[in-house]
């Protein structure tokens, strides 16, 4: 985990999310908090529990965002999902423990792409070496190599290679691989096939989607790999041949060991729109019934129990939870007591206001303005935005929000492909050109629809 402090996370998230300083300053001392946790003394780490967080706020504000950006900075196993999709146990839907299921697959590759890249140098090696094989199929004895992947030469080799003219050819072959001018050659090789089975997914009772996967899993491993020739040029085959020779480099032991150990220190689980499983159980049949289920199955997931995973078992007590939702129907004391408990941390995120959105178009790292000007770009057409027409399109969007409905700053995005949808179609014929967006171009362009209410109401 890096050891950034609570100002550092603060500045990183204002480069992707304005406003919102309340949250971000919860989420940066819940991160940093973590941090200080595993340089406790081991038995007193284990008595302190993550602060769990609940983030109220209307759609658009920034709740997602803040979450994933949040991860990206601790470098830790993070997973988003939605209250709504889990049922209580007995009905139809997905198993709460599958939210840590998940988390553990996602580490498990995440880990592995990083072993993958440790090894990177090694597996082009080994596969360089095959390569040259299928370019030069050789009639000598087969060669041994290092775990660095260089050949393993004894003098008696090296004297009776001298005077072999394949090993010659084979070694000027490889001095043009290793320059890049075989890469349009194209070679045949054997790419390693799965066994095709159909994918096994069982929506029901707790447990019955883990023996899905361990059935999927005894499957493969009964069914043989089948080996399939195909053609490729050598650019594209040391891609495959890479993967294969990493994947034989790597001790998947080690790899599920870290994994395990990164979910229960420092995974993050986003819970979605859990306002929508809010409210008390009142007896009544229909839809809404399994709502409370919902809510006690999740429970123990959050206090921290033990599931079993196919990598192993995974303890929930230290990984951190940042629950989210509007709590327009329902309100926070809606929850059982137990999961109220459970989040000791709330946060209200505002709604955004015409200068929050202003700030939103121009300051972030990946705002809107900057993407529209990249994309257009790459067909040759110079947008420029004049700090008038920036203006308009923040206080159209907040005009439509108060009027309809208040999407936050999604809005942006509806309103941005409705001012720039001439430009983008016309751009592929426009050739090489600037066009300026100013205060005028932007009114034009949304006049018709922001004077009819209600048609504002379907388009924007």
């Known amino acids: 985990m890096k050891s950034l402090t609570p100002n550092q996370i603060v500045e990183e998230l204002e480069r992707y999310v304005i406003g919102q300083d309340a949250a971000k300053r919860k989420v940066a001392i819940a991160l940093r908090n973590r941090w200080r946790r595993q340089r406790l003394p081991e038995d007193l780490r284990d008595e302190v529990a993550p602060k769990n967080i609940i983030m109220i706020g209307p759609t658009g504000v920034g709740k997602t965002e803040i979450a994933r950006r949040l991860s990206n900075l601790a470098d830790a196993p993070f997973i988003k999902v939605e209250a709504t999709k889990f049922t209580e146990v007995g009905y139809v839907g997905r198993d709460v423990e599958s939210i840590v299921r998940d988390l553990t697959d996602m580490a498990v590759s995440k880990v592995r ?206 990984i951190l939870f940042i629950a989210a939702g509007a709590f327009h129907m329902a309100k926070p004391s809606d929850l059982i007591p137990e999961l109220q408990g459970r989040f000791p941390i709330r946060v209200e995120l505002d709604s955004l206001n015409a200068e929050d959105f202003d700030r939103i178009l121009k300051e972030p790292k990946n705002s809107l303005v900057k993407q529209y000007v990249e994309l257009m770009k790459t067909e040759g057409v110079e947008l420029v935005f004049a700090d008038g027409a920036i203006k308009e399109i923040a206080e159209s969007a907040y005009e439509v929000n108060q009027s309809s409905e208040d999407i936050g700053a999604r809005r942006l995005h509806t309103i941005m492909e409705r001012v720039l949808e001439d430009i983008s179609f016309a751009a592929p014929q426009c050739g090489r050109q600037t066009v300026l967006i100013d205060e005028e171009y932007v009114r034009e362009r949304l006049k018709d629809v922001m004077q009819d209410r209600d048609l504002s109401r379907y388009i924007l």
Do not use: W
Not at 138 to 164: C, I
Not at 180 to 201: F, I
Not at 233 to 241: D, G, P, Q, T, Y
Not at 287 to 300: A, H, K, N, T, Y
């Open 113 to 318: 792409l990083q072993k993958a890249k440790e090894v990177e140098q090694q597996a082009m090696r080994f596969a360089d070496e095959r390569l040259l094989d299928l370019l030069l199929p050789r009639g000598l004895p087969e060669k041994k190599y290092t775990a660095d992947g260089e050949p393993l030469q004894s003098l008696e080799s090296d004297a009776a290679e001298e005077d072999d003219p394949m090993a010659r050819t084979r070694d000027k072959l490889r001095q043009r691989l290793l320059a890049g001018e075989l890469e349009d050659r194209v070679v045949e090789l054997e790419a390693r096939e799965s066994p095709g089975l159909p994918m096994m997914q069982v929506f029901s009772n707790a447990g019955l989607e883990e023996m899905a996967m361990n059935m999927q899993e005894i499957l493969e491993r009964v069914v043989p790999r089948h080996s399939k020739t195909r053609k490729a040029n050598v650019s594209e085959a040391r891609k495959i041949l890479m993967n294969e020779e990493a994947q034989k480099l790597i001790d998947m032991d080690e790899v599920v060991s870290i994994a395990l150990k990164e979910v229960q220190e420092t995974g993050i689980v986003f819970l979605d729109e859990l306002d929508k499983v809010a409210g008390r159980g009142t007896g009544a049949a229909g839809p809404d019934v399994s709502r409370e289920g919902v809510q006690r199955d999740i429970l123990p997931i959050v206090e921290g129990c033990t599931v079993v995973t196919k990598y192993g078992h995974v303890k929930t007590d230290h």
